[in-house]
């Protein structure tokens, strides 16, 4: 016999001792498991029901939704996302975050995992307090504000002892009032040590993301959702301005830059590989991106990306963004040669995803260069770094200049430059 399955046959004799009124030995049994067995025969729970009571009686369906959306743990859900699903999202555990009651307000993983949790109706809108359900995580770590991990037999419920799960509290950094509880719920996986370790992580990284914001918890309004965005990459600084957002302009990184121009150019959303490989030649660790989007959720705010895909949720213009629309609509080319001429994040980046991005805009533009054969837009394609050595370009500058012009001398030079140049 395996340590583990040793240790789980151990508890689980220490389990039938206690529901028999036979104090089980010091050593079968955690003594923060063997004092919430206590707490939970005090309180009458049953541990035979295969399932708790939702708790939910006194709410409707939509006063539910209603009371989940303007919970202040609702309002880290994305980052919470971001940090863990892309890591579970196949390995059968489902997520989810409580209120301060133990009332399951998210469950998220896999439809396989969420409908296996749903048989002991481990499910959104019920209640898994230790008063009700017995020992478990979310509910232990509610009645001890501490990080708790219950595995198989440590559950007071004799319907649950096959799942194990991982929970820790969140706590309001102004306050210090327990808000919620993020937790980890699954199979023997969640059993191992890594899993407590990585749901402590993410309560750590979630209080960070609200000291750091200072937000208040007890406004609705701190959550509302601005109109639009304006992302400037162009030329000088990364600026981002959101309507509504009294801070004003924001400076940002180039990779915060890269990854909002990534998500606008698509609008379908992308997963951590995916941005991976826009973002750097041979990849970047899942990881990195997930950090990263957190830390730009930080400084923007958690609904500017959602998850599974990272896709934006708010309506955000650039000047990139500007330049398309300008070849699409046959607005003003000249404008359009000016602004991509500016460089900036197209032309410093080296992130293959923003290169290729530059390669498409400058062959559109050129494209609609050459094929309108405005002059002036040729003049200026052809003076600007972008078109200076476009052979194509010069050579439909001089089909369109008449006979006798005094420029049509210094195009041709230049067109047997470049003939010379490039041995074209």
Known sequence: MTDSASASSRVRQAWEDFMSGITPPDDSVRSVVRESWARSVSKGVNPGDAVPDNGGAEMTAAQFAEYRDTHPITAVRPLVQSLMLDDIADSGVVVALTDQ???????????DARDKAADINFVEGSLWSEDVVGTNAPGLALAVDKSVQVVGPEHFAGPVQEWSCAAAPVHDPATGHVIG?????????????????????????????????????????????????????????YRWRREGDATGERTLSRRHAEILILLQAYPEGLNTEQLALL???????????????????????????????YRLTVDLRSDVSDIRRRVAEHGDLSAAIDELGRGGLLAESSAPGIADLFEEIREDVRSRVIAEGEVGALRKWTSSVLGRDDLVAWRRLEHRLPPGHPDRAVVGGRIRLLDKRYGV
């Open 101 to 111: 009651a133990g009332r399951l307000l998210w469950v998220e993983g896999a439809t």
């Open 181 to 237: 509880v993020i937790d980890v719920t699954g199979g023997r996986e969640v059993a191992a040590p890594f899993a407590l370790a990585a749901v402590r992580s993410v309560v750590a990284a979630v209080e960070r993301e609200l000291q750091s914001r200072a937000v208040d918890l007890g406004d609705p309004a701190t959550f509302a959702v601005a109109e639009g965005a304006t992302l400037t990459v162009l030329g000088g600084a």
């Open 279 to 309: 973002l750097a030649e041979d990849g970047l660790d899942p990881v990195t991106v997930r950090a990263e989007i957190s830390r730009l959720r930080r400084d923007l705010g958690n609904d500017v990306v959602e998850s599974r895909p």
